[in-house]
């Protein structure tokens, strides 16, 4: 049996690489053997830091007997749903037709076609509390397809229809400060009045939520604010936190916020870093940057994308064991294993989180190694008009990119940008974000496409999401290009950053108002929006007390729709003449750190001292 995947550039594929399952790597392949042979696909969805995950390998894909009849019976392929989030998403939405309680490890069932007729999530090695034994779902399923093949074919046309239909979303109107208000007030009837946070057991950060919250306390309402702020407190002082490299945990599995699921995503630490910066809980953040810094980053100067959860602690595996060392303990042990994949779009989360709290609080730091992940991502972009999904070291996924990889990247390229004022940053996002609006089907309902297409596997079979509007721990492909395109338009003035932002948002907007505890990162972008563009250039002078007070007080104010620049006079000539007009004609006066202050591009006189710019800003 041929070994398909030693080679994968998913740790999570390479860790089942030992199955007796015959596995297939997502592709083409497969399917054609499947209709070859008149054969039901299993495709199962995972990722490495997936506890059930490893729990479903040890007990269910490591039994040679089950594999046999597996392999005998079904086409098995297996999916890191980081790796392919477009894959994942749209058979997490066909899933729902059978189950509410979707998760990972996600187990599918489909036809030689691709399409769903059968699907769960965790399948114990015997039945367990009514839950049946992954062989008496096997029978079922092997049954069904020999006795009943035109209903399953049936059913499967059905789900795959109403998936098409799904992805296609009625545009609303954008809320506004009477929506927003109604929204934090049904927010504020989710916390945990005890212990803070969002519902009860278990209990995530919603990290998105937290940024909208703030975006929102920025513009007048002190109960955003006040929301935010009880939850960041609370899981500061939390077993969510680990005190001795400074990084959050993924969730806690009670409600007061302990036993905590051990896995730390990226994602997870680089949304809660810039929370904490802008509340200015410098303690909290110094720890963040430090694990994402000295943990998370790899030689290559990209970020794994997650640790895990299990390691070995005196010779026995055990989950969460290492965490409970202090940092002496620890150093004589192995650390939970690193997900080394480095995925472009939380990349560049990390790239933007590490350039705005650095700039915020001052850590030169920070924004030097967002600048070299900035530079060790987006440098091929150029040549190839293209960005990788994922990569370890210099082997780079088949994945095609999707839109959050060039959401999240512009995003983080903008940020850098604002964060050093050098203009070939602003460029770069420029282009990704100029690339996906070329990239967009003239049919489409999205103004953003991905240049390449979608994966050609769901394209092919007709399972691909026109416009996939989830999002939850981390923002969708939609709101991340979105809030790209909207920075860009604060820069330069071009209006057809702020005409797609606004189309977007308008296809979310129904969902968002309705949803708001799933929607977080999409609410911040049409707050951005409502809010309306107001712009703080600071250029630079000689006197350097001076500028330090006024450039100091710049890069902490901190308002929903807001850019803050602080440039020298050479940067700023570089970035008009880069087309960026807000940069046209600011100058300093009489040698000081001038500050400009612009509405939609409409600027007041220029400030040159601290009390005055904190005049203007208040």
Same mark, same amino acid.
């Given at each position: 049996?041929?070994?398909?995947?030693?080679?994968?550039?998913?740790?999570?594929?390479?860790?089942?690489?030992?199955?007796?399952?015959?596995?297939?790597q997502?592709?083409?392949?497969?399917?054609?053997?499947?209709?070859?042979?008149?054969?039901?696909?299993?495709?199962?969805?995972?990722?490495?830091?997936?506890?059930?995950?490893?729990?479903?390998?040890?007990?269910?894909?490591?039994?040679?007997?089950?594999?046999?009849?597996?392999?005998?019976?079904?086409?098995?392929?297996?999916?890191?749903?980081?790796?392919?989030?477009?894959?994942?998403?749209?058979?997490?939405?066909?899933?729902?037709?059978?189950?509410?309680?979707?998760?990972?490890?996600l187990?599918?069932?489909?036809?030689?076609?691709?399409?769903?007729?059968?699907?769960?999530?965790?399948?114990?090695?015997?039945?367990?509390?009514?839950?049946?034994?992954?062989?008496q779902?096997?029978?079922?399923?092997?049954?069904?397809?020999?006795?009943?093949?035109?209903?399953?074919?049936?059913?499967?046309?059905?789900?795959?229809?109403?998936?098409?239909?799904?992805?296609?979303?009625?545009?609303?109107?954008?809320?506004?400060a009477?929506d927003?208000?109604?929204?934090?007030?049904?927010?504020?009837?989710?916390e945990?009045?005890?212990?803070?946070g969002?519902?009860?057991?278990?209990?995530?950060?919603?990290?998105?939520?937290?940024?909208?919250?703030?975006?929102?306390?920025?513009?007048?309402?002190?109960?955003?604010?006040?929301?935010?702020?009880?939850?960041?407190?609370?899981?500061?002082?939390?077993?969510?936190?680990?005190?001795?490299?400074?990084?959050?945990?993924?969730?806690?599995?009670?409600?007061?916020?302990?036993?905590?699921?051990?896995?730390?995503?990226l994602?997870?630490?680089?949304?809660?870093l810039?929370?904490?910066?802008?509340?200015?809980?410098?303690d909290?953040?110094?720890?963040?940057?430090?694990?994402?810094?000295?943990?998370?980053?790899?030689?290559?100067?990209?970020?794994?994308?997650?640790?895990?959860?299990?390691?070995?602690?005196?010779?026995?595996?055990?989950?969460?064991?290492?965490?409970?060392?202090?940092?002496?303990?620890?150093?004589?042990?192995?650390?939970?294993?690193?997900?080394?994949?480095?995925?472009?779009?939380?990349?560049?989360? %990390? +790239?933007e #989180?590490? =350039?705005?709290?650095?700039s @915020? /609080?001052?850590?030169?730091?920070?924004?030097? !190694? *967002?600048?070299?992940?900035?530079?060790?991502?987006?440098?091929?972009?150029?040549?190839?008009?293209?960005?990788?999904?994922?990569?370890?070291?210099?082997?780079?996924?088949?994945?095609?990119?999707?839109?959050?990889?060039?959401?999240?990247?512009?995003?983080?390229?903008?940020?850098?940008?604002?964060?050093?004022?050098?203009?070939?940053?602003?460029?770069?996002?420029?282009?990704?974000?100029?690339?996906?609006?070329?990239?967009?089907?003239?049919?489409?309902?999205?103004?953003?496409?991905?240049?390449?297409?979608?994966?050609?596997?769901?394209?092919?079979?007709?399972?691909?999401?026109?416009?996939?509007?989830?999002?939850g721990?981390?923002?969708?492909?939609?709101? %991340? +290009?979105? #809030?790209? =395109?909207?920075?860009?338009? @604060? /820069?330069?003035?071009?209006?057809?950053?702020? !005409? *797609?932002?606004?189309?977007?948002?308008?296809?979310?907007?129904?969902l968002?108002?309705?949803?708001?505890?799933?929607?977080?990162?999409?609410?911040?972008?049409?707050?951005?929006?409502?809010?309306?563009?107001?712009?703080?250039?600071?250029?630079?002078?000689?006197?350097?007390?001076?500028?330090?007070?006024?450039?100091?007080?710049?890069?902490?104010?901190?308002?929903?729709?807001?850019?803050?620049?602080?440039?020298?006079?050479?940067?700023?000539?570089?970035?008009?003449?880069?087309?960026?007009?807000?940069?046209?004609?600011?100058?300093?006066?009489?040698g000081?750190?001038?500050?400009?202050?612009?509405?939609d591009?409409?600027?007041?006189?220029?400030?040159?001292? %601290?009390?005055?710019?904190? =005049?203007?800003?208040?």
């Amino acid at each position: 049996m041929p070994n398909r995947l030693a080679t994968a550039v998913s740790p999570y594929l390479r860790s089942h690489a030992d199955n007796p399952v015959d596995w297939q790597q997502w592709g083409p392949d497969p399917f054609a053997e499947a209709v070859r042979r008149q054969a039901p696909v299993l495709i199962s969805i995972g990722y490495s830091t997936c506890h059930w995950c490893h729990v479903m390998a040890r007990e269910t894909f490591s039994d040679p007997v089950l594999a046999g009849y597996l392999n005998e019976n079904f086409v098995a392929v297996k999916v890191d749903r980081e790796e392919y989030p477009d894959v994942d998403s749209s058979y997490l939405a066909s899933a729902g037709a059978f189950t509410e309680q979707l998760g990972w490890p996600l187990t599918i069932f489909a036809t030689p076609e691709g399409k769903t007729f059968f699907a769960g999530t965790y399948f114990p090695p015997v039945p367990v509390q009514g839950r049946p034994s992954f062989r008496q779902v096997l029978d079922a399923v092997l049954d069904a397809w020999t006795q009943r093949r035109t209903e399953v074919d049936s059913n499967a046309a059905q789900i795959a229809t109403a998936l098409a239909a799904q992805g296609s979303q009625k545009p609303g109107p954008l809320p506004r400060a009477d929506d927003f208000a109604a929204i934090v007030s049904e927010l504020t009837t989710y916390e945990d009045g005890e212990f803070a946070g969002f519902g009860g057991a278990p209990k995530f950060p919603v990290a998105t939520v937290i940024g909208m919250l703030l975006d929102r306390e920025t513009v007048g309402d002190a109960r955003a604010g006040a929301l935010a702020r009880r939850m960041l407190t609370a899981m500061a002082d939390s077993e969510l936190r680990d005190p001795v490299e400074g990084g959050f945990f993924r969730y806690a599995v009670r409600r007061d916020w302990t036993e905590p699921h051990y896995e730390r995503m990226l994602y997870d630490n680089a949304l809660l870093l810039s929370a904490y910066a802008r509340i200015d809980r410098v303690d909290i953040a110094d720890g963040i940057a430090s694990f994402l810094l000295t943990v998370m980053r790899l030689p290559s100067g990209g970020f794994a994308s997650a640790q895990d959860s299990e390691s070995t602690v005196d010779g026995a595996r055990v989950e969460g064991g290492y965490y409970a060392l202090d940092a002496e303990a620890r150093a004589g042990q192995v650390p939970p294993a690193l997900d080394e994949k480095v995925l472009t779009g939380w990349n560049g989360l %990390a +790239i933007e #989180a590490l =350039a705005t709290s650095g700039s @915020r /609080l001052g850590r030169q730091h920070w924004i030097d !190694a *967002a600048r070299e992940t900035a530079e060790y991502l987006s440098a091929g972009f150029a040549a190839t008009g293209t960005l990788p999904r994922a990569r370890i070291g210099q082997l780079e996924s088949s994945a095609r990119p999707t839109l959050e990889d060039y959401g999240m990247l512009a995003a983080g390229l903008v940020a850098v940008a604002l964060a050093t004022g050098e203009a070939d940053y602003a460029t770069r996002a420029r282009d990704i974000v100029d690339a996906s609006l070329s990239a967009a089907a003239p049919d489409s309902q999205s103004p953003f496409g991905v240049p390449g297409g979608a994966d050609p596997v769901l394209t092919g079979h007709g399972l691909a999401l026109a416009v996939d509007p989830s999002e939850g721990a981390y923002p969708s492909g939609l709101s %991340a +290009i979105s #809030a790209a =395109a909207l920075a860009l338009h @604060r /820069l330069s003035g071009e209006g057809k950053y702020l !005409a *797609a932002a606004t189309r977007a948002m308008e296809l979310l907007a129904p969902l968002a108002v309705q949803r708001p505890i799933s929607f977080g990162a999409a609410l911040g972008v049409m707050s951005a929006l409502d809010a309306g563009a107001r712009q703080l250039v600071v250029v630079t002078g000689s006197g350097a007390d001076a500028s330090a007070d006024v450039t100091a007080l710049a890069r902490r104010w901190d308002r929903s729709g807001s850019v803050v620049s602080v440039v020298n006079p050479e940067q700023a000539a570089s970035l008009a003449d880069a087309g960026f007009e807000l940069y046209e004609g600011r100058s300093t006066r009489d040698g000081l750190a001038t500050a400009y202050l612009c509405e939609d591009f409409v600027c007041q006189l220029p400030v040159t001292d %601290a009390e005055s710019l904190a =005049a203007l800003l208040a």
